[in-house]
């Protein structure tokens, strides 16, 4: 029996004390810190060793990672750091941890060259300066092999328990049978697939409907080819949480069909749906359970992974046990679990937990994206970043005299770009360099100015320079991949002295940020109702060229669903007016023809309440209930709890709003629906630039900015009649462009169409 750990996860288990201390620090990113380290290696004499692969056992416990560096002439193993500001201000329990993992490196060199003797430094890289600071100590081989030991001996106990939790679980998931005997039709052919794609390391696109039950046909197989040793966790992603509820009940369902099954799941939620104390700090001089963070973790890990199913409430009870913040909590949990249940950022956003994990521990991964099609606009908005002019001004007004000049030099070179600006709004080859090198200064004298006065900046003004710093990352990664754009602000616009505006790196085809991501996973499945079609999802989502993909044949027969198209009808914008009453009339007669409930889709709140209006005073003895802009939970909850009642009715909603997908009213509950338009995004100058953008990508701007993103919304609204093999039910497209032979080709292939 053994275990593999990264050094980096072995001294975090090990040797991290004290707080949890989340105040914003000036560290650098990402990019920063690879070009810090470039630098100072840059800086060592010939010879000089970087990126050294190390490894060494203790028992059966078996530790590896990359040393930074080596320098043969000095015989001096290097660990390094970036930083900004103050060297004495960084807290010891995070200089603890650094010397902590440059000491397990050490003993891995000495071992790998039989060193008796070697020098192990903490080198210190101020990214504002560009200076060094070299911490040195000198050991002999034999202490370093104790300290390593010493931290080997604290960690093997937790390491054994976890070994043997896989070979038990490997061993319970390879006998693991189906929890429901038969498969339902489509079930297993996909299953199989994505078995395969587990078992060989490849990528799967997976089109298929409601009602197979798709969430079981991804985890089932997935968690089979963990215990054949193809893959070691799994990552089930949603967009909404009614995904991860269902993935937490399928995993349920093969516990109560399977005798001890000790498999961990950990669902993951907001931070600010965890928070106890949303009114205080993340650090243990301001919230109780972030003091001593690290000093209580480990009985909070103990208790918390008694239990097979981690979701929110018992992590939460576990964390208030041992006084530990939940959120965090649930963080270093997911480094211990099988299976993570969680949104698509945990994964696929720029500081991503779970990818970040992967890659460091080199998991082999299953990455599995529930209603996938939602990942565009997801991943757009991960990658898109703004500032607005109008904030930077305010932030001028209480910054810090510091930093009252670089915000003054943005500004200019602002205005200056205002200026040059003849139209509202304008896109650009590219981020002007002025404009980008004004707003890097500022960043860097923020950071410098922080680390020497933690405390000195207010929450809002943070939340600007937050801002900019992400306008800054996503410059510095511009691409063809995104476009930059200008808005100046009404009154600019009308009023040239009073020049103000917005700038935005706005991401158009999220697969440059996405691929490197399926690139770690083992396997990537991206399965949904609906992707098609597929090279439009290929190209946006960043799948490599030989990613299968499969179109599963659903349980559905034509009869089951009655399609009408009221070609008589014209929901374009320029027709709005004359549609109300035809749209009404129609909705009308289909209920006194059958009672009962129905949904109806719109295309904005303006256009549903204008023939909500029409249907009160047309139609008084129709019952019908509104989608409201802005519902929270309980209002959502309310509007479903109608079809669910006794009663009847038809209930008016937003086409792509939250009652298009995700919503399951079966039988009774739901007998048709209405779509009164395509679902083409608006016409206006950011999706003309998109379109212009895909234009010259892919030839083909028009589908891949309206058509395709629009007729994906009508079929998953769609979606919500039929959702068993024994509903039956009516729906009725209410546009004349429904005719269209290019439009036809994006619905459902099993839909009887007139």
């Known amino acids: 029996m053994s275990y593999i750990v990264a050094v980096r996860t072995l001294c975090e288990f090990t040797a991290k004390r004290g707080d949890l201390d989340l105040r914003f620090t000036p560290s650098p990113t990402a990019l920063e810190g690879m070009e810090g380290h470039a630098v100072v290696t840059s800086r060592r004499a010939a010879g000089y060793e970087s990126e ?64 008796e ?188 992974l008694a239990s097979h199913r981690l979701d929110r409430e018992t992590v939460r009870q576990a964390a208030l046990a041992h006084d530990v913040c939940p959120y965090y909590l649930a963080q270093e949990l997911a480094r211990w679990c099988d299976v993570v249940v969680g949104d698509y950022n945990y994964y696929y956003d720029s500081s991503a937990l779970l990818y970040a994990l992967a890659r460091i521990n080199q998991w082999p991964v299953a990455v599995l994206v529930d209603e996938a099609h939602n990942l565009l606009e997801r991943a757009r908005k991960m990658y898109t970043a703004s500032i607005e002019q109008s904030a930077f001004k305010a932030a001028g007004k209480t910054a810090p005299d510091v930093l009252k000049e670089p915000l003054k030099r943005l500004q200019r070179e602002w205005n200056a770009l205002n200026r040059t600006q003849t139209n509202a709004y304008q896109a650009y080859a590219e981020v002007p360099a002025r404009v980008l090198s004004s707003a890097q200064n500022l960043i860097g004298a923020v950071t410098d100015h922080l680390a020497d006065a933690p405390l000195s900046i207010d929450d809002s003004l943070l939340r600007v320079f937050f801002d900019a710093m992400h306008f800054v990352s996503l410059s510095e990664q511009f691409g063809t991949h995104s476009v930059f754009d200008v808005r100046l602000s009404a009154k600019a616009a009308a009023d040239r002295g009073k020049v103000s505006s917005a700038l935005c790196v706005r991401n158009v085809v999220p697969a440059h940020f996405l691929a490197p991501r399926h690139a770690l996973a083992r396997t990537t499945v991206l399965f949904s109702g609906t992707l098609a079609p597929e090279h439009f999802y290929r190209d946006m989502l960043g799948l490599p060229e030989e990613a299968a993909f499969m179109s599963v044949d659903g349980p559905f027969r034509p009869q089951q669903l009655r399609v009408h198209i009221a070609a008589h009808v014209s929901t374009r914008w320029r027709d709005r007016e004359r549609s109300l009453i035809p749209i009404a009339d129609l909705m009308a007669r289909q209920y006194a023809e059958q009672p009962g409930n129905y949904l109806g889709f719109l295309s904005s709140f303006d256009y549903l309440q204008r023939v909500a209006t029409l249907m009160q005073q047309r139609h008084p003895d129709v019952p019908i209930w509104t989608q409201a802009p802005g519902m929270d939970e309980a209002a959502r909850d309310a509007f479903l709890a109608r079809f669910r009642s006794a009663g009847s009715g038809i209930g008016l909603a937003v086409l792509g709003g939250a009652f298009s997908e995700g919503v399951d009213l079966v039988g009774e509950q739901l007998i048709g629906a209405f779509v009164a338009t395509l679902g083409l995004p608006q016409v206006n100058e950011v999706n003309e630039e998109m379109r212009r953008t895909m234009d010259a990508r892919f030839g083909s701007g028009y589908d891949y900015v309206y058509l395709y993103p629009g007729l994906q919304k009508v079929v998953q609204a769609a979606g919500r009649v039929i959702r068993t093999e024994t509903d039956v039910g009516v729906l009725h497209l209410i546009d004349d462009r429904f005719r269209r032979a290019e439009v036809r080709r994006l619905l459902p292939t099993w839909w009887a169409l007139p």
């Not at 930074?68 to 900004?84: F, Q, V, W």
């Not at 993992?101 to 891995?108: D, E, R, T, W």
């Not at 030991?149 to 998931?173: D, I, K, P, V, Y």
């Not at 399977?258 to 104390?277: F, G, I, N, S």
């Open 52 to 115: 050294l692969t190390l490894s060494g056992a203790y028992g059966e416990l078996t530790v590896r990672g990359r040393a930074d560096g080596y320098d043969p002439a000095l015989n001096r193993l290097e660990e390094i750091k970036t930083y900004r500001g103050q060297l004495e201000t960084m807290p010891e329990n995070h200089r603890a941890l650094h010397w902590a993992q440059a000491l397990v490196y050490g003993h891995l060199l000495c071992q790998a060259r039989a060193l």
């Open 117 to 304: 003797r070697l020098n192990v430094a903490l080198v210190y890289f101020d990214i504002g300066s560009r200076k060094e600071t070299v911490l040195t100590q000198s050991y002999e081989a034999c202490a370093l092999r104790s300290l390593f030991e010493h931290q080997c001996e604290r960690f093997l106990g937790w390491a054994m328990r976890e070994s043997e939790h896989r070979e038990a679980r490997n061993a319970a998931l390879d006998r693991l049978r189906f929890p429901y005997g038969e498969f339902r039709s489509g079930q297993r052919e996909l299953a199989v697939a994505v078995y395969r794609a587990a078992r060989d390391a490849g990528a799967l696109m997976a089109q298929a409907p409601t009602g197979i039950g798709k969430t079981l046909a991804t985890i089932f197989p997935a968690l089979k080819a963990c215990g054949q040793g193809h893959v070691e966790r799994v990552f089930f992603l949603t967009a909404k949480t009614p995904g991860r509820a269902l993935a937490l009940d399928a995993i349920d369902s093969l516990h109560r069909h399977a005798d001890a099954l000790p498999l961990r799941t950990l669902e993951l939620v907001a931070r600010d749906k965890a928070c106890e104390h949303p009114d205080k700090s993340c650090h243990g001089e301001s919230c109780p359970l972030a003091r001593g963070f690290y000093d209580r973790l480990g009985d909070a890990r103990e208790a918390a």
